[in-house]
């Protein structure tokens, strides 16, 4: 009975694995067809019926492309860096709760959180092993960054485990059955939002990316597998967020193709941000991080701690 469990785990797992990756290749095709809406131009229409097949093309082109690597580059590190980045972005939707046989544990939350901290280490090594000013200016940005945006989830997101008293995401949707989140913690939602943005290294905060100071950040010296594996695992990343966003504040109803409808509309802000707003300034974006989100998000945490605290004391 185990192997049975054990094996439809596995194939589960291994399914939801394909669909995000194809989830992730029809995203760049929407974010090439939004921005050219945005800018007054026509995205891509050529391949296939209206661009539907540019993504396939796109991914055929980046992985029989020659594979170049720096002459005094740390080799091994160079290689596995962007294998080991679309690994743990992959990794993070084994927390995605399922009804049905899946990892659908208890902690899912603690997982999440160890799981979305190790990806800081591939960006920081990517960038150094590289052997390049530009890549390793980028990892360190973004590296800072990443950690700087990651306090202030962590605590937006301890405020949502004090409402319901647990850390398996599944239990947030039977909290949300009659009233969604968003309607009574809207300043947190927001800044969660935010900070998502910042934790995908996203417009306006892709600092990392600063193509016009950077050229093209810690992924510079990467060219064929290597970059598209990087670009993979950032939409992943984006893709991931929100359906985390739609479980933590817009009902989380995971049984009903709503909660994919809304999955979309998030993911589709990712892009509209893109389109709208032009780049921060990195001291700007450190001074949100500690002298704003920080002390808000603390003050959110003890409120919520004490009104949680005096409704078990209420109700006992």
């Known amino acids: 009975m185990f192997f049975k469990d054990f094996f439809m785990m596995i194939f589960c797992n291994l399914i939801l694995i394909i669909c995000v990756l194809v989830g992730v290749a029809f995203l760049t095709l929407l974010e090439r067809k939004v921005l050219g809406y945005i800018q007054i131009r026509k995205g891509p229409n050529k391949v296939g019926f209206i661009g539907l097949l540019q993504p396939f093309s796109d991914a055929i082109k980046l992985f029989t492309k020659e594979q170049t690597t720096p002459f005094m580059s740390n080799f091994n590190l160079y290689y596995f860096s962007p294998v080991l980045n679309l690994f743990l972005s992959l990794f993070l939707w084994m927390c995605m709760p399922f009804v049905t ?21 591939t960006v920081m090594l990517a960038g150094w092993s590289s052997n390049s000013s530009y890549s390793l200016l980028g990892s360190l940005r973004s590296v800072a960054q990443t950690i700087s945006y990651e306090v202030s989830l962590a605590l937006i997101l301890l405020s949502f485990l004090f409402l319901i008293l647990s850390v398996n995401l599944i239990d947030l949707f039977k909290y949300q059955e009659y009233i969604w989140f968003i309607f009574f913690l809207f300043p947190l939602c927001f800044m969660w939002l935010v900070s998502s943005l910042a934790e995908t290294n996203r417009t306006p905060f892709d600092f990392a990316e600063g193509e016009s100071e950077l050229v093209s950040g810690f992924n510079v010296e990467y060219s064929s597998g290597g ?89 006992i």
């Open 101 to 121: 046989v899946n990892l659908g544990f208890e902690l899912s939350v603690l997982y999440f959180l160890c799981v979305s901290s190790l990806s800081v280490y």
């Open 227 to 315: 970059f598209a594996m990087i670009f993979l695992a950032e939409y992943s990343s984006i893709l991931f967020m929100s359906m985390i966003c739609c479980l933590l504040f817009l009902g989380g109803d995971l049984i009903s193709y709503v909660f994919f409808l809304k999955l979309t509309f998030i993911s589709f802000f990712w892009i509209w941000v893109r389109g709208t707003l032009p780049r921060f300034r990195y001291d700007k974006l450190m001074y949100l991080a500690w002298k704003s989100y920080l002390p808000v998000s603390l003050n959110f945490l003890l409120f919520f701690f004490g009104l949680k605290f005096l409704i078990i004391i209420y109700f």
